[in-house]
């Protein structure tokens, strides 16, 4: 069983920072950051793996930033150069077991997930 839970959304103007967090149980081998904006579907946003191999989505590559530190459990996403399609609920997701991801975009990939947290980018 992997608990999750997310912290660190808010408001800011375009061009700006923000960084999340997601605590997390139990070492998931893979760990995800998705988002969901009003009347869109859930996409993936960046996977870090247990040897801190990651990956990110080209709509945010050289912007976002994830990260984990397994001495504090937390998985991080720092967000840089914000714009307003960034607005949206971000969602934290692990996968507890496996060697290998196949598309790790695809939500059910992940058998965990954290509540949410809302970013919001005003112009």
């Known amino acids: 069983q992997v608990q999750l839970a997310e912290s660190g959304g808010g408001s800011v103007q375009a061009g700006g920072s923000l960084s999340l967090s997601c605590t997390y149980t139990?070492?998931?081998?893979?760990m995800a950051w998705f988002r969901q904006a009003p009347g869109k579907e859930r996409e993936g946003v960046a996977l870090?793996?247990?040897?801190?191999?990651?990956s990110v989505a080209d709509s945010v590559k050289g912007r976002f930033t994830i990260s984990k530190d397994n001495s504090k459990t937390t998985l991080y996403l720092r967000m840089n150069s914000l714009k307003p399609e960034d607005t949206a609920m971000y969602y934290c997701a692990a996968r507890a077991r496996g060697s290998w991801i196949s598309d790790w975009k695809r939500m059910d990939e992940y058998n965990y997930w954290g509540q949410g947290t809302q970013v919001t980018v005003s112009k």
């Open positions: 139990n070492n998931p081998v893979f």
């Open positions: 870090i793996n247990s040897y801190g191999g990651a």
